[in-house]
């Protein structure tokens, strides 16, 4: 596939592969990302990927872009394959009424049953395309078509951490109290993200998140072991 | 005792950062760090210290604070920005240069001028611990710096040295010219073709305002609005500090320091690295003219903007201690008020 380069000044190099949030596109990004990181090319600061691009902050007083870009070049044709460990979390969720604000009027808004729209979303095993927008976001997709709607018309001020939310084609959780216009079905009892932790976000992009449906009671268990830092998320090594 | 600055009244907005924390976009974690790195580092270049040592960074209105160590090398760096001795008679001791401070001192950080904000350095830092690497506060998040917030009255800022180091005074003999007027320069892109001919063209051709809405995550700008072509939404991509997305409304939104580190509306352009200083420090109303360069002369102007930093630095000439050690003294003891500090 044909790669475009874009510039953002002189801070930064955009690998883009496409224009949509698509699983072939973001395994080309996800890659690309590893084979950067593996090089460790001189004076790359970092790299970010994204649904569909791969950014690539560097130092202009260490490199340049058309030397940058001539080794991501070569990084692309490189058939190597980096192996990074991609892990499946099983994230509990309570979708009961007092932990989904929103999960009546997504049911109006798509015509289903409440029931019939936790059984899609807790029915779908999610890949994890990015982390964004606050520390530890996690956009994963995709949802079941039934379950796409656009953002709400009137963003909330606050959203509390937990929150497990959809718009358009994706599911997200809120890991800070933050401001937010998606729709909130559910929550979850977990931390997702952690200064004291190595990364400090708990999903990785490339990783693949399930849901798990916990009630009321368990909710408070588990969020009482996380707040007690006694609780870990289940997961497991996925084959490359 | 645990030597300190003592904060007496916080100022506006004012926090511990270094020059950023990097490493941890890809988990969403911004880069924060000083608005200003120009005015950053000259602090800690006066100071004695690395150009990463944490400094603090004083938005708009300084803080008062109070030595609480046997002494302590001081200097700011930033505008007009300088530090006043509080007392009996208030006495300005400068900026853009070191000095000396004592024991139960207390001094303001006063005056920043045309600039939105001022580094105040100490020898050897401040001593906080690195959050994921980088010292840098990022407020929104709770966490880096002193508790992860603007200090407050009543904190105490800890220091890494007890008491100045033997050493002579370094100083500008004048402040570096203001920059309120300058061009910023700006590369088109990532997502020019987002706008209409007629947009590129107003970016660089008419003035912009720095809008009220400004923190360290970024300004809005007041001027002409900026039109999409089609869609204002893209698919999320990754965000450089200098950025320039548009929303729908049309109005621009320059990306500082503590942006996002993905976004989904079109980015017209991006402001050059060795620019990013000069917009950190514009303040609500200040004039903004853009001017387009292509990324080699981005690239070639960041080395030259690296060589006058470097050549500003020579430039520091020793100066005379602020009223020396025992003036210094005599006046905690209010023996004395006003001596001639005649280099101040």
């Given amino acids: ?240 | 005792m645990t030597s300190a600055l003592k904060v007496v009244a916080a100022g506006l907005h004012t926090t511990v950062q270094d020059l950023g924390r990097y490493g941890y976009q890809a988990s969403g974690v911004p880069v924060s760090g000083a608005l200003d790195a120009f005015g950053h580092r000259f602090a800690n270049r006066l100071a004695g210290n690395a150009d990463n040592a944490p400094t603090l960074e004083i938005l708009f209105h300084g803080p008062t604070l109070e030595v609480q160590a046997d002494s302590v090398r001081v200097a700011v760096a930033g505008g007009e920005a300088e530090i006043e001795l509080l007392g009996d008679r208030p006495l300005s001791l400068g900026g853009w240069r070191s000095m000396v401070l004592h024991r139960n001192q207390v001094f303001r950080v006063s005056g920043l001028g045309d600039a939105a904000c001022c580094y105040l350095a100490v020898e050897g830092g401040f001593a906080v611990e690195p959050c994921l690497g980088s010292a840098s506060t990022y407020a929104r998040g709770g966490f880096g710096g002193f508790e992860g917030r603007a200090l407050q009255a009543g904190d105490l800022v800890p220091l890494v040295r007890d008491h100045a180091s033997d050493r002579a005074e370094l100083g500008l003999a004048e402040p570096p010219p203001s920059t309120r007027e300058q061009p910023i320069r700006l590369v088109l892109g990532p997502q020019q073709d987002y706008f209409t001919d007629a947009a590129l063209e107003r970016l660089v051709r008419e003035q912009f305002s720095v809008s009220k809405h400004a923190d360290r995550m970024g300004m809005r700008l007041d001027g002409p609005t900026l039109a999409h072509r089609d869609s204002y939404n893209i698919v999320s991509d990754g965000i450089a500090t200098g950025a320039i997305q548009v929303p729908g409304s049309g109005q621009p939104i320059l990306l500082l320091v503590d942006h996002q580190t993905t976004g989904g509306y079109p980015k017209i352009a991006t402001v050059i690295a060795a620019d990013i200083p000069v917009v950190g420090r514009r303040k609500p109303g200040d004039p903004i003219r853009f001017a387009a360069v292509d990324v080699p002369e981005a690239e070639r102007l960041r080395r030259e903007a690296e060589a006058e930093f470097e050549v500003l630095v020579a430039r520091l000439a020793p100066v005379k201690p602020v009223g020396g050690l025992d003036a210094a003294r005599l006046f905690d003891m209010n023996l004395i008020s006003g001596v001639v500090f005649d280099d101040a």
């Fill in chain 1, 1 to 240: 596939m044909a790669v475009k380069f874009l510039a953002s000044a002189d801070s930064a190099v955009i690998v883009e592969f496409g224009d949509r949030a698509d699983r072939a596109i973001s395994d080309q990004v996800l890659a690309l990302g590893d084979r950067v990181r593996a090089l460790a090319i001189a004076g790359v600061v970092e790299v970010v990927p994204t649904f569909r691009s791969l950014m690539v902050h560097y130092d202009p007083l260490r490199t340049s872009a058309q030397d940058l870009i001539a080794a991501i070049e070569k990084a692309l044709a490189s058939q190597s394959v980096f192996d990074r460990k991609r892990r499946l979390w099983r994230v509990p969720i309570c979708y009961e009424r007092d932990f989904a604000p929103d999960l009546e009027s997504v049911a109006r808004a798509t015509k289903l049953a409440t029931d019939e729209v936790v059984r899609l979303h807790a029915g779908t095993r999610y890949h994890v395309y990015m982390i964004g927008f606050v520390p530890g976001f996690p956009y994963m997709g995709d949802l079941a078509d039934a379950l796409v709607l656009p953002r709400r018309v009137d963003p909330r001020i606050h959203v509390p951490p937990g929150s497990v939310s959809i718009a358009t084609t994706q599911t997200a959780i809120y890991p800070l109290d933050s401001p937010g216009g998606w729709h909130l079905i559910g929550t979850t009892p977990i931390q997702l993200f952690d200064v004291h932790a190595e990364p400090p976000a708990l999903f990785a992009p490339g990783d693949a998140v399930e849901f798990e449906p916990i009630d009321a009671r368990a909710f408070a268990q588990i969020r009482a072991a996380t707040e007690r830092r006694d609780y870990r998320v289940e997961s497991t090594e996925l084959a490359a």
